[in-house]
Every structure is written in C-alpha cells, then in structure tokens.
C-alpha cells in the first residue's frame, strides 16, 4: 500500500488504490474489512467500471448491484452530485426498492423488464458518459481528505 501513496498522478493513483481495494475486500465478497471512506471509493469505482462496460443494466445484473442502496449516498460523499443524480433516475426507473440480494434482484429484474425501463436506463447510460464530473479527481481529493482510513 505504501508505493500507492507515492503514485503522484491522480488517474494512476486512483487505478492503483482500485486494485488494491478490491484486492482488499475480495471483489466486494468481504466489504465488512473497508472503512467507511474505502466502501466509498469502492463503490463509486465499481459503477463507474461497470457503467463503461456494459451499462446500467450490468451494474444492476452483476453482484456490483448489491450497493444499488449505496450509490447516490457514495457518489454525493465525495461531492459527485449530477452523477448521484443519474444513479437515482436510473434507480427510480424500476419503481420500487432494489434487492441487496443478487438472486432476487435479478429476478425482480426479470419480471420488470419492459421498454421504459430500458429507455430510461439507456438515457442514464448517455447522461453518465458525458461525464460531466470529473470523477477521478473527486475520487482522488477524498481519498487525500481522508487519507488514515485506507490501509
């Protein structure tokens, strides 16, 4: 953890520290051993990868969907609010509260699935990738602020 520290590019840095989260909580399997700030992070990055690999709808699929619950509140913690704002359109646009649980919320999923959801999901898609916020360097400036609680 102590090379990260010394990475001084934010884009790198916040690749490195990423890998080592994830390393760290076994790919979200262990979340209980993050911090706050690191559950943040983790959670934020997780999105973002997921987002610009296959959508909304492949966060929501994936086990990455299981911090659905988490998402406006991580991205508003490190002061990302037009993305929380995505994050909460595309929640919303299922109408009803999203399980933690994989195996429901997928069925769920299932049974919901209609073209106005995919609509919606499809303008959150487009809304994210303009990236109106630079999310590394909001990443970068709250791991700094909070800096003792990654390890």
Not at 3 to 32: P, R
Not at 38 to 62: A, P
Not at 104 to 126: A, K, P, Q
Request: contains cysteine.
């Amino acid at each position: 953890m102590e090379h990260i520290w010394q990475i001084t590019d934010a884009n790198n840095f916040v690749m490195a520290l990423i890998e080592h989260i994830q390393e760290k909580c076994q790919y979200g399997e262990e979340m209980s051993v993050l911090s706050k700030p690191e559950r943040v992070f983790y959670i934020t990055q997780i999105l973002e990868m997921e987002v610009n690999n296959g959508g909304f709808s492949q966060f929501f699929y994936n086990s990455s969907g299981d911090f659905t619950n988490e998402l406006v509140g991580a991205f508003s913690e490190i002061g990302a609010e037009k993305t929380a704002a995505i994050c909460q359109k595309a929640i919303s646009a299922f109408g009803c509260e999203i399980p933690a649980d994989r195996d429901e919320r997928e069925e769920m999923l299932d049974e919901l699935e209609s073209d106005e959801i995919d609509e919606t999901l499809d303008e959150c898609d487009d809304a994210f990738y303009k990236y109106e916020e630079n999310l590394n360097s909001l990443n970068y400036e709250y791991v700094m602020k909070h800096k003792d609680f990654f390890t």
